[in-house]
Structure formats: structure tokens, C-alpha cells
């Protein structure tokens, strides 16, 4: 079982209580910024009137916890994708790599780390509900189990189809996340990525680096083997040059070395004129 | 008189170069300072929606696929057994380290907490591309400058260590190849992971493929610049007689190359965008112009490719293409999907030029006080094998400078 939240945009009301709850949960400095930042890990935004969440999706195969490099993002078995601040080396490239925009950088610090919503996790580990979704007013942030979450939206979707979009957002998204979101207006509009991949996008570079320790072996083999039979050619040819020379005298012998040039290069060069 | 004594001469000549370098160099200390002072928000022009820029655009991006000569001709000499490009091997094992030490000064700037580095050691992710590029980086580092130590050894005349050393040069030849091919591909294989960020016209899931190829023409490019930059400084002669059939393996590579990215554009449709050119296209057209057309055009010719000037321009064109390549990966490629228009600071500016500067004056000094040139240096013993294989060489092209 993993934990996840449910954001239902129509019963959003804007009052940035979520905001604030977090701020004060993670130790941020204020003010609540105009959008999210190291230092501000959740806002509400408004788009066309419409309110909706910022906020980490949690994926289920996360692309930042495959890409760092000393594994200073990590996935947790509760569910909340997490960051120790402690391993990071700064290369940003969850930044570059999250297809939800999510992780941001102190850029304004000489020693910088990563910032990014963790769920909560150390309420989350004492059986505690997120901070945002315990302090929303109107339930439209809800805590809990994803799959049960999944059902609840897939409910309020059948039962009242002309309030929601036929869509829960996260169900799929990069290979799934941990936060699901549903809404009354379409997901662009709402400025949210809707030319994302549905399977997990790790995969992508998992499939080319797990092939690594084959390609090593083989390809070590191979070199070392072409070596060897350069070599051996070489050697080979240099006998036969010496054995030419014992029997008929050297100045033959640099005769072929000469032929032997001239077919190479006539291999090469004049072939093809 | 020796070249060696001819450098000499010129080392008190404080010329227009030498104040260029004093320049950049005391430009670049400055921007060091408020790098580690102020961050990277007060250096750069990076932001959130645009987290990787220049420095990792050019200075990682470029520094290691340029340096790519390295294992290229190391592979020529020890793998293939074609010792006559041996004159060539330490110059070009020397722009490989110099590349890849500036590369991890380059990381020193770009990396939020640089003195971090060392973490990757000890905090593994297999699953992360950045991690095995980490690794093969240092790795290969240590393996150039395990291949370039003989040339120190020689110059102090430690003639134990310098046997010792050429003893394992073969397994030292093949791990570098092994960690080369993987990490230049690996650094196309970083951009695997962004397939609705990067432009169709530069993503591809052969980006891996893609890089290796492009890295190996390029380093065959940096290689004849290179000599030509030390034929200008330390009055050498060109080594046609070997740059020429390496320019031969610069055209293969360059049109395997060509064809292969227009048959993936065909294919993912980014093609049919040409017709109707944008920012992307535009970009697109010059890099490939630049890149492949013009330098596969040049060299394809007998006359331009055999003669100095021509052979120049084309690996110019060849190095320039490249890195367009590369900063329109990281950069132009990744604008569109970012909301963002990145152009660096020129704080950012500043660091890449300083590098750039450093590598030269780091290659001058080498070359200056270091046996990397056959004329320059002590002549070792000839190998057994080398000569008639030299022999060979001399005679393979007798018959092309007749023609």
C-alpha cells in the first residue's frame, strides 16, 4: 500500500490554507510565493478563475529518483518521494529531467539545495494525514490510500459527469503518480502537461544502462581480440619478411615490404578511382 | 635548430595573445569569486525552468566529445596496429586529459555544491545515466593520465617506470575505449529521459548512438586542428601524411552520421517541419549545414582533402558544427518546452573562455617542457615491429604523393 492525495479542483475554494499549512509544517520561510519554488513547495494557482494545485505528483516510478546520481531522491516505501539534502551535489539534473517541473533550486544560496512538496513524510510515518490536506477547509485535498483514492475519483466521475472532466489526472501520467487530480475544465487549460508519456519514463534510459555489463564483456573481448590478431599479422608478416631475407638477401626483402604498402594502399585509395 | 629551442626563444614575447590570456584569466578569477560567494542565481542566467545552460552545454557536452581524439587514435595505434599514426598519439592523449581535467574544473563551477563531488563514489545509483557518466569520467581520466605519465617518465629520463608503463599500455588502451564509447554515448543518453522537453528535431531514442558517432568525427577534427595550431606556434610541419587518412575516417564517420540522423527525422516527422522554418529549424539547418554537409562536401574532394588549407577548414567547420550540435541539444532544443529563452550571462561566458584559455596555456606549457612531438623529443628506441610497419607506411604513400 502506498499513500497519495486526491485534489478534487471544483471544491477548491483558493483560500491557500494548503499553502500556509505547509510552510509551516517544512520550517519554509514566508512569504507564499506567486508560484512554487525551493522555498515554497505548494501554492494554489488560478487559471481562468479556475484554482488549481501545485504541488510534487509523487510518481509511482519517479524520473528524478532514477536520475540523481547519489541517490539523494528517493521513493519511500510509504509512498512520498523524498530528497536528503545531505547527498545532493547540486548537478539539477532532477530539475532538468521531472516532466512535471517539480524539484527547484535555492539560486540565491552560495551552498544550494533542492526543494521540492515530500508529503509530509515524517507525519506521514506517525500514521498523520499531509499537512495541506488536514487543514483544507472544503475536503478538496484528501489523504489516503492512492488505489482508494483512485476508486473515490472514478466515483465522483460517474456519479456527477457533468461537473468532471472524464479524466483523473495521475492515473497513468509518467507510469502513474501518487497525487490524483480531478476538474471541472479541461487539464491545459488548468496549465497542467498533457503530452506526457503514460509509461514510466526511467525505462528509457534503464533500458540502454542495464545493458552495460554485457556490452563491457563483449566489447573488451572484442578489443582485446582485434589486437591480438593485428598483432599477430604483423608478426606473422615480419617472419616471413626475416625468413625472405635468410634465404635470398635482404634487399628483396624490402621488395615485398614495399609491394605489401602499395597493395594497402591501392586497397584504400585507388579502388575506388 | 630544435623546436624546443625555437619555443624557447619566443617564451618572453608578451604579444597580443598574451594579453588576451591575462585578460580572460584575471576575468575569470573574478567570476570565480562571486560564483562561490554569491551562487549560481547571482553568476548565471540558469533558473528553475532552465536548470542546465552553457557550462554544461559546452563545457561538459563539448569538452568531452572534443576530447574524444584521445581514444580514437589510441584505438588506431594499440587496438588496429597501425603504428605509423604514432607521432600523432601523444599530442592528442595530451588535448584528451587537458579536455577532460577542464571538464571537472567546468563541474567545479556548475555543480551547486562542487565539494560534494566525491559523492558519487560512495552513493550509488545505477539507474542514473549522470552516475555512470561520473564514474566513466573519472575512470578515463585517470586512465589518460596513466597513458600520458610515459612522456613525463621519458623527459626525466626514468627509464624503469617508462618500461613498466609501456608494458600495461594495452589494457590501459582497451578500458579507455571501453569507458569512452560508454560515456560519450551516455552523455546523448542523459537527454533519453526528456522525450516531451527536448525538440523532435535533436530527440531520438539513438541520441546514445548519435553522440558516440559524432564525438569520434569530432575528435578527428580537434586532432588535425590541433596539429595545426602547433605547426602555427612552434613552427612544425603538418603531418599530412597521417591527417589525411584520419580525415578519411572523420568523412565515414561524418556521413554514417548524416544519414543516420535524416533518416530518424524522416521518420519522427521533424522533417516535414523544414519546410515551414522556425527558431528550431533555423538552428537545425545551420548545425547540420556546418556540421556534416559542408565538411563531408570539402572532404570528399581528393584535392581539398590532400592539401593543408582545405583539410583545416574542414575539421573547423567539422568542430564548429559539433558544438552547435551540442548547445542546441541543452539549449535551443530545450527552450521551447521550458517557457523560456536562455542566453548566458557573460559571467558564464567569462568561465567557458577562461577554460578554453587555460587548455591552450596548459598545451603550450606541455608542449614546451614535454617530449610530445617526435622532433622535439628524444627519440626512443624503436619498437620491435615499428619498422616495418614504418617502412610500410612510406611506401603506402609514395604512390599518393605522385598523383
Same mark, same amino acid.
Given at each position: 500500500m502506498s499513500v497519495g492525495l486526491l485534489f478534487d479542483q471544483t471544491r477548491c475554494i483558493g483560500c491557500g490554507a494548503c499553502s500556509a499549512a505547509c510552510k509551516e509544517q517544512n520550517d519554509l520561510p514566508l512569504p507564499i510565493e506567486e508560484r512554487t519554488t525551493a522555498y515554497t513547495w505548494t501554492i494554489v494557482a488560478k487559471e481562468d478563475g479556475a484554482n488549481i494545485r501545485r504541488l510534487c505528483f509523487h510518481c509511482l516510478e519517479p524520473t528524478c529518483v532514477s536520475v540523481c546520481p547519489v541517490a539523494a531522491l528517493t521513493r519511500t516505501p510509504e509512498g512520498p518521494v523524498v530528497y536528503d539534502s545531505k547527498k545532493c551535489?547540486?548537478?539539477?539534473?532532477?530539475?532538468?529531467?521531472?516532466?512535471?517541473?517539480?524539484?527547484?533550486?535555492?539560486?540565491?544560496?552560495?551552498?544550494?539545495?533542492?526543494?521540492?512538496?515530500?508529503?509530509?513524510?515524517?507525519?506521514?510515518?506517525?500514521?498523520?494525514?499531509?499537512?495541506?490536506?488536514?487543514?483544507?477547509?472544503?475536503?478538496?485535498?484528501?489523504?489516503?490510500?492512492?488505489?482508494?483514492?483512485?476508486?473515490?475519483?472514478?466515483?465522483?466521475?460517474?456519479?456527477?459527469?457533468?461537473?468532471?472532466?472524464?479524466?483523473?489526472?495521475?492515473?497513468?501520467?509518467?507510469?502513474?503518480?501518487?497525487?490524483?487530480?480531478?476538474?471541472?475544465?479541461?487539464?491545459?487549460?488548468?496549465?497542467?502537461?498533457?503530452?506526457?508519456?503514460?509509461?514510466?519514463?526511467?525505462?528509457?534510459?534503464?533500458?540502454?544502462?542495464?545493458?552495460?555489463?554485457?556490452?563491457?564483456?563483449?566489447?573488451?573481448?572484442?578489443?582485446?581480440?582485434?589486437?591480438?590478431?593485428?598483432?599477430?599479422?604483423?608478426?606473422?608478416?615480419?617472419?616471413?619478411?626475416?625468413?625472405?631475407?635468410?634465404?635470398?638477401?635482404?634487399?628483396?626483402?624490402?621488395?615485398?615490404?614495399?609491394?605489401?604498402?602499395?597493395?594497402r594502399s591501392g586497397g584504400r585509395g585507388e579502388d575506388g578511382r | 635548430m630544435s623546436v624546443r629551442a625555437a619555443a624557447r626563444r619566443a617564451e618572453f614575447r608578451f604579444g597580443f595573445y598574451e594579453s588576451l590570456f591575462g585578460i580572460v584569466v584575471a576575468l575569470f578569477a573574478l567570476v570565480s569569486f562571486v560564483r562561490y560567494t554569491r551562487g549560481l542565481g547571482a553568476t548565471t542566467n540558469l533558473s528553475d525552468e532552465f536548470p542546465w545552460g552553457l557550462w554544461v552545454g559546452f563545457d561538459v557536452l563539448c569538452g568531452v566529445g572534443l576530447a574524444a581524439g584521445a581514444f580514437t587514435l589510441t584505438a588506431i595505434v594499440n587496438i588496429f596496429n597501425l603504428r605509423r599514426f604514432e607521432p600523432i598519439v601523444r599530442p592528442t592523449v595530451l588535448t584528451g586529459f587537458l579536455g577532460y581535467v577542464l571538464v571537472s574544473v567546468g563541474l567545479m563551477f556548475d555543480l551547486g555544491q562542487p565539494w560534494r563531488i566525491w559523492h558519487a563514489l560512495i552513493y550509488w545509483n545505477p539507474h542514473s545515466v549522470m552516475f555512470e557518466v561520473a564514474w566513466c569520467v573519472m575512470l578515463y581520466t585517470a586512465v589518460l593520465a596513466l597513458e600520458f605519465v610515459p612522456v613525463v617518465f621519458e623527459r626525466l629520463r626514468l627509464e624503469r617506470p617508462r618500461r613498466i608503463f609501456k608494458m600495461v599500455s594495452t589494457p590501459l588502451v582497451v578500458a579507455g575505449v571501453i569507458l569512452s564509447t560508454l560515456h560519450q554515448s551516455s552523455l546523448g543518453s542523459l537527454y533519453l529521459i526528456v522525450p516531451s522537453k527536448l525538440h523532435p528535431l535533436w530527440y531520438t531514442p539513438m541520441l546514445p548512438y548519435l553522440f558516440l558517432i559524432s564525438a569520434i568525427a569530432g575528435g578527428i577534427a580537434m586532432t588535425v586542428l590541433e596539429s595545426y595550431l602547433s605547426k602555427r606556434a612552434f613552427g612544425r610541419h603538418l603531418e599530412m601524411d597521417l591527417l589525411e587518412p584520419l580525415a578519411r575516417g572523420m568523412v565515414v564517420a561524418l556521413g554514417v552520421y548524416g544519414l543516420l540522423r535524416i533518416v530518424i527525422l524522416s521518420r519522427n516527422g521533424a522533417l516535414a517541419g523544414l519546410a515551414h522554418p522556425g527558431y528550431e529549424e533555423g538552428m537545425f539547418m545551420i548545425e547540420f549545414a556546418i556540421g556534416v554537409l559542408v565538411p563531408v562536401g570539402l572532404l570528399i574532394i581528393d584535392?581539398?582533402? #590532400?592539401?593543408?588549407? $582545405? &583539410?583545416? *577548414?574542414?575539421?573547423?567547420? +567539422?568542430?564548429?558544427?559539433? @558544438?552547435?550540435?551540442?548547445?542546441?541539444?541543452?539549449?535551443?532544443?530545450?527552450?521551447?518546452?521550458?517557457?523560456?529563452?536562455?542566453?548566458?550571462?557573460?559571467?558564464?561566458? #567569462?568561465?567557458?573562455? $577562461? &577554460?578554453? *584559455?587555460?587548455?591552450?596555456? +596548459?598545451?603550450?606549457?606541455? @608542449?614546451?617542457?614535454?617530449?610530445?612531438?617526435?622532433?622535439?623529443?628524444?627519440?626512443?628506441?624503436?619498437?620491435?615491429?615499428?619498422?616495418?610497419?614504418?617502412?610500410?607506411?612510406?611506401?603506402a604513400l609514395s604512390p599518393e604523393s605522385e598523383t
Amino acid at each position: 500500500m502506498s499513500v497519495g492525495l486526491l485534489f478534487d479542483q471544483t471544491r477548491c475554494i483558493g483560500c491557500g490554507a494548503c499553502s500556509a499549512a505547509c510552510k509551516e509544517q517544512n520550517d519554509l520561510p514566508l512569504p507564499i510565493e506567486e508560484r512554487t519554488t525551493a522555498y515554497t513547495w505548494t501554492i494554489v494557482a488560478k487559471e481562468d478563475g479556475a484554482n488549481i494545485r501545485r504541488l510534487c505528483f509523487h510518481c509511482l516510478e519517479p524520473t528524478c529518483v532514477s536520475v540523481c546520481p547519489v541517490a539523494a531522491l528517493t521513493r519511500t516505501p510509504e509512498g512520498p518521494v523524498v530528497y536528503d539534502s545531505k547527498k545532493c551535489i547540486g548537478c539539477r539534473y532532477c530539475i532538468m529531467a521531472c516532466p512535471f517541473g517539480v524539484p527547484k533550486y535555492q539560486w540565491d544560496q552560495a551552498v544550494p539545495v533542492v526543494g521540492k512538496c515530500v508529503m509530509c513524510i515524517d507525519r506521514v510515518r506517525e500514521g498523520k494525514a499531509a499537512a495541506c490536506a488536514t487543514v483544507c477547509p472544503t475536503g478538496a485535498t484528501m489523504f489516503g490510500d492512492r488505489d482508494a483514492l483512485a476508486r473515490e475519483a472514478r466515483a465522483r466521475i460517474v456519479k456527477e459527469p457533468d461537473r468532471y472532466v472524464d479524466h483523473i489526472y495521475g492515473l497513468t501520467e509518467a507510469g502513474g503518480t501518487g497525487v490524483l487530480v480531478i476538474a471541472g475544465v479541461p487539464f491545459a487549460s488548468l496549465g497542467m502537461k498533457t503530452d506526457l508519456p503514460q509509461q514510466p519514463l526511467p525505462m528509457l534510459t534503464w533500458q540502454v544502462l542495464s545493458k552495460i555489463p554485457s556490452f563491457v564483456l563483449v566489447w573488451g573481448v572484442f578489443l582485446l581480440g582485434l589486437h591480438w590478431i593485428t598483432g599477430r599479422r604483423d608478426e606473422v608478416r615480419e617472419a616471413e619478411i626475416a625468413g625472405d631475407e635468410g634465404r635470398e638477401g635482404g634487399g628483396d626483402g624490402m621488395i615485398r615490404v614495399v609491394d605489401e604498402g602499395a597493395r594497402r594502399s591501392g586497397g584504400r585509395g585507388e579502388d575506388g578511382r | 635548430m630544435s623546436v624546443r629551442a625555437a619555443a624557447r626563444r619566443a617564451e618572453f614575447r608578451f604579444g597580443f595573445y598574451e594579453s588576451l590570456f591575462g585578460i580572460v584569466v584575471a576575468l575569470f578569477a573574478l567570476v570565480s569569486f562571486v560564483r562561490y560567494t554569491r551562487g549560481l542565481g547571482a553568476t548565471t542566467n540558469l533558473s528553475d525552468e532552465f536548470p542546465w545552460g552553457l557550462w554544461v552545454g559546452f563545457d561538459v557536452l563539448c569538452g568531452v566529445g572534443l576530447a574524444a581524439g584521445a581514444f580514437t587514435l589510441t584505438a588506431i595505434v594499440n587496438i588496429f596496429n597501425l603504428r605509423r599514426f604514432e607521432p600523432i598519439v601523444r599530442p592528442t592523449v595530451l588535448t584528451g586529459f587537458l579536455g577532460y581535467v577542464l571538464v571537472s574544473v567546468g563541474l567545479m563551477f556548475d555543480l551547486g555544491q562542487p565539494w560534494r563531488i566525491w559523492h558519487a563514489l560512495i552513493y550509488w545509483n545505477p539507474h542514473s545515466v549522470m552516475f555512470e557518466v561520473a564514474w566513466c569520467v573519472m575512470l578515463y581520466t585517470a586512465v589518460l593520465a596513466l597513458e600520458f605519465v610515459p612522456v613525463v617518465f621519458e623527459r626525466l629520463r626514468l627509464e624503469r617506470p617508462r618500461r613498466i608503463f609501456k608494458m600495461v599500455s594495452t589494457p590501459l588502451v582497451v578500458a579507455g575505449v571501453i569507458l569512452s564509447t560508454l560515456h560519450q554515448s551516455s552523455l546523448g543518453s542523459l537527454y533519453l529521459i526528456v522525450p516531451s522537453k527536448l525538440h523532435p528535431l535533436w530527440y531520438t531514442p539513438m541520441l546514445p548512438y548519435l553522440f558516440l558517432i559524432s564525438a569520434i568525427a569530432g575528435g578527428i577534427a580537434m586532432t588535425v586542428l590541433e596539429s595545426y595550431l602547433s605547426k602555427r606556434a612552434f613552427g612544425r610541419h603538418l603531418e599530412m601524411d597521417l591527417l589525411e587518412p584520419l580525415a578519411r575516417g572523420m568523412v565515414v564517420a561524418l556521413g554514417v552520421y548524416g544519414l543516420l540522423r535524416i533518416v530518424i527525422l524522416s521518420r519522427n516527422g521533424a522533417l516535414a517541419g523544414l519546410a515551414h522554418p522556425g527558431y528550431e529549424e533555423g538552428m537545425f539547418m545551420i548545425e547540420f549545414a556546418i556540421g556534416v554537409l559542408v565538411p563531408v562536401g570539402l572532404l570528399i574532394i581528393d584535392r581539398v582533402r #590532400t592539401s593543408p588549407s $582545405g &583539410l583545416i *577548414a574542414a575539421s573547423l567547420c +567539422a568542430v564548429m558544427g559539433f @558544438v552547435m550540435n551540442r548547445l542546441n541539444i541543452s539549449v535551443t532544443g530545450m527552450e521551447r518546452a521550458s517557457g523560456v529563452r536562455y542566453l548566458p550571462s557573460w559571467m558564464e561566458i #567569462t568561465v567557458s573562455l $577562461g &577554460l578554453v *584559455a587555460l587548455g591552450f596555456a +596548459a598545451f603550450a606549457l606541455a @608542449v614546451r617542457y614535454l617530449p610530445i612531438f617526435p622532433e622535439a623529443a628524444v627519440r626512443p628506441v624503436t619498437q620491435p615491429g615499428a619498422l616495418p610497419d614504418r617502412a610500410r607506411a612510406r611506401a603506402a604513400l609514395s604512390p599518393e604523393s605522385e598523383t
